[in-house]
């Protein structure tokens, strides 16, 4: 059977430009191409088909496709990381970097305002810097396979709160009432625009609460009662 749009899957990738790996969902394949990370999730991963979780090129190839076949498919720059812009390429005055002890050079990652760049020259007082996606402009390939398609309603909704939130959620699901437990209060706008999505992507789920993860109490420091 076909996978259609919204159902819920488990999806291994890798992500080639120029022949090299960028991204994968393998720790091997990872640690073999020099671009394992600490902070990076292995393992197949949980997305809700043509919802944009993964790159629109290839969120629009998983349709159609079947359960545990391998396909390859080539992305464009714009079904991909953008073409190049011009206007995301910025000179920046040196006295800024120096502001936060900061010394840049060619090929520095720089956060500025909540926009990530990279350094291309720094010299005369002025320094270079490129927002553009590292890969914008260039044409990947993706080698994927679908696992499996998700069929229980309580990993679904753990998976899709994993992928907005970036936490793992306990999640519990009763006459079609979810509970999803995490460790921080969900904002009023962001509980109502997932509530919304859940409930149209899962048509079971009925109504939806979120619950902030009480802090585990301290320990009782009162003497422990020895019976003879």
């Known amino acids: 059977m076909s996978i ?25 394949v990872a640690k073999k191409e020099g671009i394992a990370s600490n902070k990076a999730e292995y393992g197949p991963m949980l997305v809700c088909v043509g919802q944009g979780h993964v790159l629109k090129g290839l969120d629009d190839a998983l349709i159609g496709k079947e359960i545990d076949k391998a396909f390859t498919i080539t992305l ?18 040196l006295r800024k970097f120096k502001e936060h002890d900061i ?12 926009m990530m760049g990279t350094v291309k020259t720094a010299s005369g007082g002025r320094v270079l810097v490129d927002f553009n996606h590292p890969l914008s402009g260039r044409v990947v390939t993706y080698e994927a ?3 499996k398609k998700v ?13 907005i939130l970036g936490f793992d959620a306990k999640v519990d699901i009763k006459e079609g009432k979810a509970t999803a437990e995490l460790p921080f209060e969900v904002p009023k706008e962001v ?5 919304k999505k859940l409930k149209e992507l899962i ?4 109504e939806i609460a979120f619950i902030k993860k009480e802090e585990k109490q301290a320990e009782d ?6 019976k003879e």
């Open 191 to 195: 509980n109502e625009e997932m509530t």
């Open 221 to 226: 420091k009162t003497p422990p009662i020895i």
């Open 4 to 28: 259609q749009k919204n159902e819920f899957i488990e999806l291994e990738y890798m992500g080639k430009a120029d022949g090299a790996v960028f991204d994968t969902t393998d720790k091997e």
């Open 151 to 163: 069929e229980d309603d309580a990993e679904k909704v753990k998976g899709y709160l994993k992928l």
């Open 76 to 93: 464009q720059p714009e079904e991909a990381f953008g073409k190049k812009s011009a206007k995301l390429v910025r000179l920046i005055p």
């Open 203 to 206: 048509p079971n789920i009925k």
């Open 145 to 147: 396979k679908i696992v």
């Open 103 to 114: 010394t840049p050079f060619p090929g520095l990652q720089v956060d500025i305002d909540n």
